[in-house]
Every structure is written in structure tokens, then in C-alpha cells.
């Protein structure tokens, strides 16, 4: 569940690229922490490095200046497992073989996993599926499928890149409401970034608004729906949602128009 | 859909008609090739034709009969065919290993790719000549000649097929830890099987054609030296008996590449 000791501290993140059309500043100033249990999501005008701050995150990009720190109780590094926007199940592999990916990459094909894999599919409903080809799946069966094969690899922090916009309105609504309670149920802390400011309302306890490039942390919003006794399976329809998504969509429409 | 236990008459009446038509497209092609042979046959018998030059199917078929009686048309036969068989393995070894080369060093990748597009847009038979005075005449010669028409343009095709993997599935392999050697055996390779196939589909006619190359300039057994020797000794019924053996091996060989396209196209999607 959530406590508040922060688990990831972004202090003063920079990031800067080098193309042949000039270097670009992508991250002028990241500055937010993640407590354990949390559900952040990251939203912001298109093309403002939101996937970058995850790429950071995970270290397959280093900051150009600021750090990033970890704060946990074991010694080792926090495992960090990554849902990309596409779920790339890979064809020639069944769903089964598709989440074993990790692991095998991994090396860790212990009898614990597999069986942590298994109850995973049994407890999501698919282990109907587990024989299948990917290509017989639907969307949102094939996003669920990509989230446990993260949560095989047992991640301390998911990062979730817009694992949701390539699926049809209905799908999304329905997969994200899924992620979303398999991500508390295993009490995961997960960052998402999304540009879908009820998709961001509707999951995270915090948004953190993003300026346009080069970036900056514009606003961080509170989401308080449990405060106020509304259950995160009926929030749409509430009108503090509307209200939260109003102020998140007035700070973002400021931001596309100031210059 | 599965076909309807109880079907429509109108839809029975589709079934029937398109099994005819299958089948009068099956006959009428044995038609064509039993007449054009009548035809031969007659032109021939008849003098029509100067069976010296033309021959005809009963000259071909009887001394088939007897060249396989004697045992020299399958050594013939077998010299081709594992003379293209080693072409084949050794261009698609080569090629494998050379494409797995260039994707892990892009840069000697880079460095290469002018010159194998050069080297693949020359005509190869014109590299025969050169491959004969380096090792002389016999087996290793036909087998260079073999390899030397397809062996570019499958390392060209294969390193290509190889680069354009989709970063985002390469990337997925980061995100879960994987370091260079599994972006390859997880992701490149396996996702390139079927351009591999289709490849060794391409390759094994084309090292029958560099083989039948090499045996009429270096080759002292095989079919291409048979239908070299027999046009030059003027015997037509030897070099069009090659010939008509040839396309049984080109058929079959493409009729088993087909089936292993077939069974790997189905388990790739």
C-alpha cells in the first residue's frame, strides 16, 4: 500500500540529445519523487520526452545532469519492468512461451517463477489462453499478456509508456481498469505516462503535468478519490473527476498556447 | 467457418462446380503436355521434323532406358545434384554467418554493402572464366561457379532483412535485460526465418543454374557437361534428356522448398 517514504527521487533530471539537425534539450528540469506504492502518471503536451523520463528511469538512457536515486530497503537496485505502447507478442512464440521472455532472457526459469506465472494466469482469467497463438488474442488480452510477462520478471517499479493507445476507446477502458487493479493487487508502484488526461485522472494518485519541450515539471496534482470515499471503479462518473480532469486539461491547454 | 453439415442446395451446387473446374484445369494441363508430345512424336516419325536435330520423345525415353540400365546417367544425375546440394549449404552458411556478422558490426556492415551490391548485379557467369584458371577444371570449380550466382545478393538480402527489425521489439529486449546476443537469438533471428526461406527458396535454383554454368566450362561429369558434350559430339537426344531431367529436379526441388515455406509461413503468424 502507499506509505510516504519516497522510493525514486528525480533531483534536477536534464537530458539532451545530439542529432545532426542540432542538439536538442529534451528535459531542462525533472524534479518529483515517487512514493512506494503509488500510482503516478506523467502527461504533457506530445513530444515533450515523457517516454524519455522513463527511459531514464529504467537506465537505458543516462541523465545529461541531475540524478536519479533509489531509496530501498534491500542493498540491491529496485527491478524495474517496462510496458511499452505495443505489447510485441512475438508470433512464432504462444502466449506461454511470450511470458516466459523475460525469464529466459533473465536466466531465472526457477520452478518459483513459473509457478508465479501460472498463478498469475489463473488468477487473471488466462490460462484458457495460454496455448494460443498471440494472433488469436484481442487487443486488450494481448496488453494483459504483456503486463504479466513484465510482472514474471517480479518488478519493484512498473513504467508504463502509453500501454494503452493503440487499443480501440472500449478496449482501453476496459484493459486500463484491469492493469490498473492487477497493479494494486500485486501492490506494484507504477509510473504511467499517458496522453489521455482521464486515463491519468481516472488511475494515478498523482499527476505530474509537464511543460513543452524543453521540459519542465509544470504542476503536481494530488488525485483524492479515496480521501473522499469514491471507489476508483465508479470515479468517471463522479464530478470530482470532472473537476480534476478540467484543471489538468485547462493547465495543458495554457501550456500549448503560452509562448 | 466450417462447411455446413446441412448446406443449401445452391451452395452444393457451388461446391460441385468448383471441383470440376479444379479438376478440368488438372487434365487439361496433362492434355497440353500429352499432346505437345504426340505432337513432337509425329512431327518426328513423320519427318516433319529432322529427328537429328529434334529427336523425339520415343528416342529420349528409350535411350533414358538405357543410360539408366548403365548406370552412367545417375552418377550424371547424382554429380549435379550434390554438386548444387554443397552450393546451396555452403551459400546459405555463408550467408547466415556473414548477415550475423554485419548486424552485430554495422559499421563493417556499411563498409561492405557497396561492394556486394556491386558484386550482385554483375552477370556471375562472367566470373566463371577466372574461377577456372585460379582452380582448374573439376568439382571445385562448379561448385564455386554454384555459389558465386546467388551467395551476394542472399548476404545483401539476409544483413537488409536483418538491420530492418523493429527497434520498438529490440527495445523490449533492453527493458527486460537483455544484452546484444539475445536481441539476435530472440528477436532478429527468429523474426527472419521467413525471409530466410523465402531466400533458400531463391538460392537453390540459383546454385542449379551456377552449377549447370560451371559444368559446361569446368565440369567433367554432370548434366551440363552431358548437354555441353552431347551438342558438341551432335547428340540431341543426350542433351535433351539433360534437359528434360533438369526440369524434374528444378520441380522438385521448388515443390519441397514450397513445403517447408508452407509449414514455417503458418507457425510464423
Not at chain 1, 111 to 119: E, H, M, R, V, Y
Not at chain 1, 136 to 157: C, E, F, K, N, V
Not at chain 2, 160 to 174: G, N, P, S, V, Y
Request: hydrophobic share 45%; aromatic share 10%.
Amino acid at each position: 500500500m502507499k506509505s510516504d517514504k519516497p522510493f525514486v527521487h528525480l533531483d534536477h533530471v536534464k537530458f539532451s540529445y545530439y542529432s545532426s539537425q542540432g542538439e536538442v534539450e529534451a528535459l531542462r528540469d525533472i524534479d518529483f519523487s515517487v512514493e512506494k506504492g503509488s500510482f503516478t502518471a506523467i502527461v504533457g503536451p506530445s513530444g515533450c520526452g515523457k517516454s524519455t523520463i522513463l527511459s531514464l528511469i529504467s537506465g537505458l538512457l543516462k541523465p545529461t545532469g541531475g540524478y536519479i536515486t533509489f531509496y530501498s530497503e534491500e542493498f540491491a537496485p529496485p527491478k524495474i519492468g517496462y510496458m511499452l505502447q505495443h505489447d510485441h507478442l512475438l508470433e512464432w512464440r504462444d502466449v506461454y512461451k511470450n511470458i516466459l521472455l523475460g525469464l529466459e532472457i533473465k536466466k531465472q526459469k526457477t520452478p518459483q517463477n513459473l509457478g508465479l506465472i501460472d498463478s498469475l494466469l489463473e488468477k487473471y482469467n488466462l490460462s484458457d489462453v495460454k496455448h494460443q497463438k498471440p494472433s488469436q488474442l484481442s487487443g486488450g488480452m494481448r496488453q494483459r499478456i504483456a503486463l504479466i510477462r513484465t510482472l514474471a520478471l517480479r518488478p519493484d517499479l512498473l513504467l508504463l509508456d502509453e500501454p494503452f493507445s493503440a487499443l480501440d476507446y472500449q478496449t482501453r477502458l476496459s484493459v486500463s481498469k484491469d492493469v490498473y487493479d492487477i497493479i494494486k493487487s500485486e501492490e506494484k508502484t507504477a509510473i504511467l505516462v499517458t496522453h489521455d488526461i482521464s486515463e491519468a485522472a481516472a488511475m494515478a494518485d498523482t499527476v505530474i503535468l509537464l511543460t513543452k519541450p524543453p521540459c519542465r515539471v509544470k504542476d503536481i496534482i494530488p488525485i483524492e478519490f479515496e480521501k473522499h470515499g469514491i471507489s476508483r471503479d465508479e470515479v468517471r462518473n463522479s464530478k470530482l473527476f470532472q473537476q480534476y480532469f478540467d484543471k489538468i486539461w485547462r493547465e495543458l491547454q495554457n501550456e500549448n498556447t503560452n509562448q | 467457418m466450417k462447411t455446413q453439415i446441412n448446406s443449401s442446395e445452391g451452395q452444393k451446387n457451388y461446391m460441385r462446380k468448383a471441383r470440376l473446374h479444379r479438376l478440368f484445369i488438372f487434365w487439361s494441363r496433362i492434355l497440353v503436355f500429352a499432346g505437345f508430345l504426340a505432337l513432337w512424336q509425329t512431327a518426328s516419325s513423320l519427318k516433319w521434323i529432322d529427328s537429328f536435330y529434334f529427336s523425339s520423345p520415343f528416342a529420349i525415353a528409350k535411350l533414358f532406358v538405357h543410360d539408366i540400365r548403365d548406370m552412367s546417367l545417375l552418377s550424371h544425375i547424382g554429380v549435379t545434384l550434390w554438386e548444387s546440394g554443397l552450393s546451396f549449404l555452403l551459400i546459405i552458411v555463408f550467408s547466415v554467418a556473414a548477415a550475423t556478422f554485419f548486424w552485430f558490426y554495422p559499421s563493417i556492415g556499411k563498409m561492405f554493402e557497396p561492394f556486394l551490391i556491386v558484386l550482385n548485379s554483375l552477370p556471375k557467369s562472367a566470373l566463371a572464366p577466372l574461377i577456372i584458371v585460379w582452380l582448374g577444371t573439376g568439382p571445385r570449380t562448379v561448385i564455386l561457379c554454384g555459389m558465386s550466382v546467388g551467395i551476394f545478393g542472399c548476404i545483401l538480402n539476409l544483413y537488409q532483412a536483418f538491420e530492418q527489425t523493429d527497434a520498438e521489439r529490440l527495445k523490449l529486449i533492453e527493458t527486460l535485460g537483455g544484452n546484444k546476443l539475445q536481441k539476435f537469438t530472440k528477436i532478429v533471428f527468429p523474426q527472419n526465418i521467413p525471409t530466410f526461406i523465402s531466400l533458400a527458396k531463391v538460392n537453390i535454383g540459383l546454385a542449379l543454374v551456377g552449377v549447370i554454368i560451371g559444368e559446361f566450362l569446368a565440369g567433367r561429369q554432370g548434366l551440363g557437361y552431358l548437354i555441353i558434350y552431347g551438342s558438341q559430339v551432335f547428340k540431341l537426344d543426350m542433351v535433351i534428356l539433360s534437359i528434360v531431367i533438369l526440369c524434374v529436379i528444378a520441380m522438385l526441388l521448388y515443390g519441397i522448398l514450397n513445403l517447408l515455406n508452407r509449414k514455417v509461413i503458418a507457425r510464423w503468424q
